[in-house]
């Protein structure tokens, strides 16, 4: 039946319209290679968005569509979230070399199967999947084509099941062939050990996270097996080290030499990571990342942890010092759930960085400790510290950035800070270090009132420059316990941390040691009159005043009282108060 004139001009108006609306949107008017951009980067990751697929786009619009099918690039991201666009997206992609991204599934694995066998070019192959739908798909992953660039097959856990107890049906080597010499990247995760073929001699990244024991070899063995890609830049391992890493035979002696290894990632126990280390040799600006998730036998090896680590950048000192050393703590959770109780779910972390004069961003060491139920221990967290900076070379530290580094105390800062001797510049964010900032005072009060002029022993004698960000200045500290070198949690120091900061300039000017610049950005209660005594101890005071302090804005016990981040889950315990700074400027 014909439509009626009326109802053909309704329908092209509406149109019309659509059109018009259309052209007001920024997504509809992007030029078609922006869009094709777009368009590849959701290509590369929708398979990993259940029921979903990048296809779905050139449905949007009629200019997406056709930017859709002009980019070939675009089809070469083969879709299997269907039959029907796995064939479709083939078709498309002409002769370019396809990426096989798929999850895999009792729906698709037909589908990913006969791609893997018949596709002539494949050059990425990225898959996820569960270990009963990965078995019929090995044997094409263990024999690539020769134009695969990178690989990587991302097993499932099964649920309760253990890492240590995930199995394959059997073990079996590599199977022969011609090098293949555009594979770069690999990265395996709880899949078996036999993907990594000794056919990728050019490979450049070698990654392995979670490999099942029954897949792990002995340590003669994975060294011979790292030996093997001689142009390897970049390893990573995350759990997944040899079977008898641990083991107290093991020979220390043999080292793989690795001559183009640029940065080893290493995740796992304290020994499991000293024992690595020492079987591995770095280039001079190699960097190493540290992740030490467990600590059950921190306080027997973690001193040789340190030693290595250490021993890799004395060995570069000359050369490429160290210029930059940061310091931070995260937590988790509240600390204390009771009185003197601490919370079981609360978890501290210790990161250290050190950069040095390179021409990269990235830091030459990344050092992370924790979380875990031992770092929720003040006392193991500044033994950590104090370990790690006594085997680094500091002489040569310039800049030194502390977050939220507030568990260290003054008597254990000194021993730290007589080691960097031309520091210049001091970085401090997040919660106030009042530990450090009462030793350095301390240390200069002491300097100030001597009749003589030896300075050997003043701490940091060459700092130019304070930085405060996001610091509370009416932050309170705590006194040091009894039982330890840490933090006693009930007895509080009111002494807020920038009258501490302006003790320390005042005494450092006393000794002619005047800083030259004190700084700070996004700080809260700031009292103007402290900074006015400030500003006549440096050479240049800067701050924004949108953290100045008005008064009645903080309800305090006190005038003299202090600010502190909360601890408890409730109401805090009867806590004792002390002003140490009032008490010793009352006493001299």
Sequence with gaps: ??????????????????????????????????????????????FRIPRWSWVDLSHVCSTWRQAALDCLELWSHIDFSHPKRTTLSLQRSNTMPISLRARVNSDNQQSVYRTLHHAPMIRHIHIISSIYDIGPLMGALKNPNSCL???????????????RNLRYSKRSAPP????????????????????????????????????????????????????RFVML???????????????????????????????????????????????????????????????????????R??????????????????????????????RFSDVNVLNPDFRQALRIRAFGVTEFPEPLLDLVIGPDTNTAHDEVIISALASVWDALPLMNIYTLVLHNLDIVTQKSWPRLLYSLRVLRVIEIIGHSPNGLLWALFMNARSHSHLEHDDMSTMLLPTLEDIYLHNVDCFGGGFMTSPLGPFNSHHDLDDSRCLEVAGAYLEDRQRCSLPLRSFSMSHCT????????????????????????????????????????????????????????????????
Excluded at 181 to 186: A, E, H, T
Excluded at 305 to 334: N, W, Y
Excluded at 533 to 550: C, E, N, Q, T
């Design 1 to 46: 039946m014909e439509k009626s004139p009326a109802t053909t001009g309704t329908k092209s108006n509406r149109l019309n319209e659509l059109w018009k609306f259309n052209s007001m949107r920024l997504a509809c008017i992007l030029p078609s290679e922006v869009l094709q951009r777009i368009f590849i980067a959701c290509a590369q990751t929708s």
């Design 525 to 588: 209660n700031v009292p103007v009159k402290l900074l006015t005594d400030i500003r006549g101890r440096v050479s240049h005071l800067l701050w924004d005043h949108r953290g100045r302090y008005k008064e009645g804005s903080l309800k305090l016990d006190t005038e003299r009282s202090a600010v502190y981040r909360s601890l408890w889950s409730f109401h805090p315990p009867p806590q004792r108060h002390y002003h140490r700074l009032q008490t010793l400027m009352e006493f001299d």
């Design 233 to 303: 830049e970049h390893l990573t391992l995350d759990h997944a080290f040899p079977k008898n890493m641990t083991a107290g035979s093991c020979n220390p002696t043999r080292i793989a030499h690795l001559p183009n290894l640029l940065s080893i990632s290493l995740t796992g126990s304290v020994l499991e990571l000293t024992h690595i280390l020492e079987c591995l040799s770095l280039q001079p600006t190699g960097r190493i990342h540290c992740h030490i998730d467990k600590t059950d036998d921190f306080k027997t090896n973690f001193w």
């Design 149 to 163: 660039e990178s690989l990587i097959v991302d097993v499932l856990r099964p649920d309760n099941t253990d890492n």
């Design 305 to 334: 942890f340190a030693k290595v680590v250490g021993s890799q950048f004395h060995a570069t000192a000359v050369g490429m010092p160290l210029d930059t050393l940061a310091v931070e703590t995260r937590e988790e959770s509240i």
């Design 176 to 227: 022969p062939g011609p090098r293949l010499l555009s594979m770069l990247y690999l990265e395996l995760h709880r899949a078996p050990l036999s993907l990594v073929s000794h056919r990728f001699t050019n490979l450049r990244h070698l990654s392995l996270h979670h490999l099942p024991f029954s897949e792990r070899p002995s340590r003669q063995d994975f060294l011979t097996l790292l030996e």
